[in-house]
């Protein structure tokens, strides 16, 4: 057992012995106890938990306004419908939401596209960036709700993909006294074991623990078990009835194994030889395809009220992480289409990060009309040095492997990262919004933010505009109208006269409607909209140096729903539906017409829940899901090389689910992929298309002290 197995276990069992003693002198809360507020409850297995409710608002849209009247499309993915689904990775949480499109070409990451575009690698977490390496994947059992801004966020959040991004919102202490503990266990060597303990010390303070041990296979051959261990401690003092401070810990310490992908002829493409299969490994098991990752956040979140009408917030972070990587990847396939030529690459990653977000948030009225308004200023500082070392890319080096009769031994030769190069980023960010409801029905919100960053050499200043309306149609229905725009940074892109490129833009029309009626039987989004990309970097046909020029443009335009339907206080029905066009309209080497990649026209995902409330077999649950996603391109298409590009064809696969909730404990067992369907989610070129995971099935047993 490794020296933090043992911290993490001596702070759990400390953890659990104290809640579970201070559990054991409190009243047994069966049906008909009454809460501190003293009402009486049921058990909680009699009715389903009420979704993302549309009267709330968005952690991440800053703005203290109900989602219903947001001028802006936002799916909330809650901590039920996460349990419900045993789901582990973010991307499986992803496809919850429409529009987007969850799963990469590598496993171990958390990639997933947004609108047509990809937005890997712009998660935040409690409203800042979580980690711009990319190399961790977020950890959702220390998360309460996952949230999905759609569209353009650059008036919020500066520097960002057009399409939107994913905040995730931590568990925080409560006011009460809980001890939840989980172990899981499944397919390929899948089982983990999980402690959420909340208790108040004194009247002022909460404290509350989040520890979790995970580890797994993979359905690859040759893949290393991952093991990932992960402490959040969160603390919450009430200094005084205006003030609160929140400090908030995360670490996550991982030894994975990462799989990596296949070439297109035998996967997606007819190949001579017969199909590769999906559990074929392209490395050398002497060698391991994986990384060393520790990361280490600490933060905090501060909040005061001056009046009703006038409060601050504050949250910061400092974070740091080291990444030790290896692996054997794909190079190029042989004429015969059976032969794959391989190289070794290790990458060596130390960085730092600190941000800080101000908000000042106001309430007021002028004349008949009502604001809530905030203005902020945020800063966030990004260290980073990281260095490659490559094995075989000239003369004698790694034996190419059969693809259809692997014969592993190949030794590798050792070698190591010699020199890491550093990467400085700034950002300073000034932001204001302002909610106007001019009347009962009629709202309009407006506002926008000025950035100043500096990528090592490159500087920037954009300001990026956000408006939009909202009318209510009847009580529980509005009707919106947005537009926004976006800026990203294109860092280590030049001219033929050595300046950096200037940014990336995105700039999108959205109408749509929002609903919540018959109390919460029917909620739910409607939207349209058009993004539009601007300022790619393209290739400089004037020259044939490694410079680039800004002529490229991208367009998707699309609809979307997302919807919970409430058919009995047992019974629901959780689906989204997404039609996604999304095209080159201007490139110097891309085809224009042609589709981005990864990107399926149309999409849907459904999942339904049924409880039996009463009775002998009361608690007894079932689940059923279905998703599917069209042919996607699977590679871009090249001016007078169209026949090289290829699609990933359209794929189907449905899970299900059955629990049993009685008292303090549950039951859980999943089943995802229920037809084992062969499947490829996603690419990047004929070289990289990673298989979709075949049929797994796992087993949760929670008890709730």
Same mark, same amino acid.
């Given at each position: ?218 359905? @690859? /051959? !040759?893949?290393?078990? %991952? =093991? ?7 603390? #919450?003092?009430?200094? $005084? ?114 941000? @800080? /977000? !101000?908000?000042?948030? %106001? =309430? ?7 604001? #809530?308004?905030?203005? $902020? ?134 109408? $749509? ?193």
């Amino acid at each position: 057992m490794t020296m933090f197995a043992r911290i993490l276990w001596s702070v759990g069992a400390t953890t659990a012995f104290g809640f579970a003693a201070t559990a054991a002198l409190a009243q047994d809360a069966s049906a008909g106890d009454v809460d501190e507020e003293g009402v009486e409850t049921l058990e909680a297995i009699t009715v389903l938990a009420k979704r993302h409710a549309m009267t709330r608002p968005a952690q991440g849209a800053k703005l203290p306004v109900a989602l219903i009247d947001l001028p802006q499309s936002v799916a909330i993915i809650d901590r039920e419908l996460l349990s419900d689904q045993n789901v582990v990775l973010l991307q499986d949480a992803l496809r919850n939401a429409g529009g987007v499109v969850p799963g990469g070409y590598f496993q171990g990451f958390d990639f997933y596209r947004i609108r047509g575009f990809d937005s890997s690698g712009f998660t935040f977490l409690d409203g800042l960036l979580a980690d711009q390496t990319f190399w961790t994947q977020e950890e959702l059992f220390g998360m309460e709700q996952v949230e999905v801004l759609k569209g353009p966020v650059s008036g919020l959040f500066g520097q960002s993909p057009a399409g939107g991004l994913v905040n995730l919102v931590s568990k925080r202490p409560k006011r009460e006294q809980f001890l939840h503990l989980e172990a899981s266990a499944g397919s390929y060597g899948y089982r983990d074991i999980g402690i959420d303990g909340n208790t108040q010390i004194g009247r002022s303070v909460a404290l509350r623990v989040n520890a979790l041990y995970r580890e797994h296979g993979s359905f @690859v /051959d !040759n893949v290393a078990t %991952a =093991k990932r261990y992960f402490l959040a401690p969160a603390l #919450t003092w009430d200094i $005084g009835d205006a003030t609160h401070l929140t400090l908030l810990g995360q670490f996550i310490s991982e030894d994975t194994g990462i799989a990596q992908p296949l070439p297109a002829e035998g996967t997606v493409l007819p190949n001579p030889a017969g199909s590769i299969p999906r559990t074929r490994a392209i490395g050398e098991p002497a060698f391991r395809d994986g990384a060393d990752i520790e990361r280490r956040q600490a933060g905090w979140d501060f909040t005061h009220d001056f009046n009703d009408a006038l409060s601050f917030r504050q949250m910061a972070r400092a974070s740091a992480i080291d990444v030790d990587f290896q692996a054997i990847y794909p190079w190029y396939v042989d004429e015969d289409l059976r032969t794959m030529n391989r190289y070794a690459r290790k990458q060596k990653v130390e960085a730092k990060a600190y941000a @800080v /977000d !101000n908000q000042l948030i %106001a =309430k007021l009225a002028t004349g008949s009309a009502r604001h #809530t308004m905030v203005g $902020g200023v945020d800063y966030y500082r990004f260290d980073q040095d990281q260095g490659f070392a490559y094995y075989s890319f000239s003369g004698p080096g790694l034996a190419p492997i059969d693809l259809f009769n692997p014969q592993y031994g190949t030794v590798v030769p050792d070698f190591s990262v010699r020199r890491l190069i550093p990467t400085r980023l700034k950002r300073v960010g000034a932001y204001f919004q302002d909610q106007v409801e001019l009347t009962e029905r009629f709202s309009v919100l407006f506002g926008g933010r000025y950035d100043w960053t500096e990528d090592n050499d490159a500087k920037d200043r954009k300001f990026t505009p956000r408006a939009g309306v909202t009318f209510k149609v009847v009580p529980g229905a509005n009707v919106f109208a947005s537009y926004a725009k976006s800026f990203q940074p294109q860092g280590g892109y030049v001219t033929a006269a050595g300046e950096p490129l200037p940014p990336e833009t995105g700039e999108q029309f959205e109408i $749509g409607l929002k609903t919540e009626l018959f109390g919460d039987r029917l909620a739910g989004t409607i939207s349209i909209y058009q993004l539009t990309r601007q300022n790619l970097a393209t290739d400089d046909p004037n020259s044939e140096e490694y410079v680039f020029i800004t002529t490229g443009e991208q367009r998707s335009r699309g609809l979307e729903i997302d919807g919970v339907v409430r058919i009995t206080s047992t019974w629901e029905v959780i689906a989204n539906y997404s039609y996604t066009d999304a095209e080159i309209t201007r490139d110097n080497e891309l085809v224009v017409g042609s589709p981005t990649v990864n990107i399926p026209k149309n999409g849907f995902n459904v999942w339904t829940k049924y409880v039996i409330a009463d009775g002998l077999l009361r608690g007894l649950g079932f689940s059923a899901g279905v998703r599917h996603y069209s042919a996607q391109a699977g590679d871009l298409k090249y001016v007078g090389a169209e026949s090289d590009a290829f699609e990933l064809p359209s794929y189907t696969v449905c899970d299900a689910g059955v629990s049993y909730d009685r008292d303090r404990y549950t039951l859980r067992f999943n089943v995802n992929n229920l037809a084992d369907e062969d499947y490829f989610p996603a690419s990047y070129g004929r070289t990289f298309v990673m298989p979709g995971e075949p049929r797994t099935y796992r087993f949760g047993v929670s008890y709730d002290f």
